[in-house]
């Protein structure tokens, strides 16, 4: 008994099924005149619909697309009314949430990797820049890690050369944009003691004199987004200028005051050179030659101490304290400074063509200045020194020429040149 009433439980489903699957077809048999008659009649309206109300149908389409793209534009301006920007499913997250349309401009000016060779740099910059060859190295490789940085909303980098006038500060910053290809803005911010003088810098607003121009830094970077921005001395800009950077190197922009517009400054590189400090600063670089942390901690104290903002340090990257130069490196600049003006009234100097006794009275006079001298007083020295006797060389004809100082006279005497 037990085993039967487990087979009618088995199959007692299967038997409902066929019930069921009978008796559809039994109502089927007999209602089929009447579901045939309905079945003429809806393909009937359906044939009417086909015809007569496409074109309303492509009407309506029409109607709809142009208003979905009116409610973009209107997101996208910022005009949306509330009760229907509150709706999500009728605009992008990112139009809800932000400002789609900036952080896409944004995104865009993002600078894909970049790899150089870092010892190729480095000895590029300590070829020109003589007596600073581990800051020619760390600041190879510190440039070198920040371009292989595939997504950045900062600059490259932002370092600041600190230490005694003619040390080389101002011409690494020129250096480094020869040596990695980039545009140099060069900026004295001595000429930004005012904090309305800022005006040169980031533009005027709407409405004041100068608005149909941009300023100084915006167009530079909006021109070539990738330059070397040097900053010359930047502790004699007003305080007030120092903070308007905060954004270009915190945020990644900076506003044009013009038109409000954002210049990105996330592939620039910007170098700041201060003399503030100069005796604390090399004492610093001595003691800590060996312990960079420790170095930037003292740097950083010594600088805020100088009327540096706290804000401003802490945005900087690397500080470097660029040594006195003492010995041959004087006479190694003094070189180089003086091979350049000879190429500057397009002449080649010979191979030895400088009397060392030059060299020797030219440092002898940077000595005497002591603290006080500078890379212009050198130049200085060398126009007053040997810059008549180039011309006259050069009006002679001369191509190539060899300095010789006699009774404490430097003239220039034509030589052949190497083939």
Partial sequence: MGRLLSVINRYLPLLFLMVLVLAIAKAFHLYWPFIQSRLVAFVAHLNLL????????????????????????????????????????????????????????????????????????????????IGQDAICDDLAAQIRRRLALQQRGKPVGIFLFAGNPGTGKTYMGKRLATELGRKLLHIDMTQFSRGMAGTALFGSPRGYVGSDNYGKLTSGL???????????????????IHKKFLTAWNDGFITEASDGKQISTTRAIFVLTTNAAIDVLEDIRQQYSQAPDEMRRASTNTLKESGFAPEVLSRIDRIFVFSRLTGLDVARVTALEIERMIEGYGLQVADQGIDPEILYRLMERQEKLADTASSRDLMRAIEESIADSLIAAKQQGARCVALIEGQGVVFARPVACPE
Avoid: C
Avoid at 95 to 110: F, G, I, P, Q, Y
Avoid at 121 to 127: D, E, F, N, P, R
């Fill in 222 to 240: 909006r021109d070539s987004p990738d330059a070397v921005v040097l900053l010359d001395e930047i502790e004699k800009a007003d305080p007030e």
């Fill in 50 to 129: 086909v015809r007569y109300g496409v074109w309303v149908v492509v009407l309506l389409l029409f109607i709809g697309l142009g208003v979905l793209a009116v409610l973009s534009l209107m997101s996208h301006a910022g005009r949306l009314p509330q009760s229907i920007s509150r709706r999500r499913w009728i605009m992008d997250i990112l139009d809800r949430l932000t400002n789609r349309v900036a952080l896409e401009e944004r995104l865009s000016t993002n600078a894909d990797a970049t790899f150089i060779d870092a010892d190729a740099l480095s000895h590029a910059l300590k070829s020109k820049v």
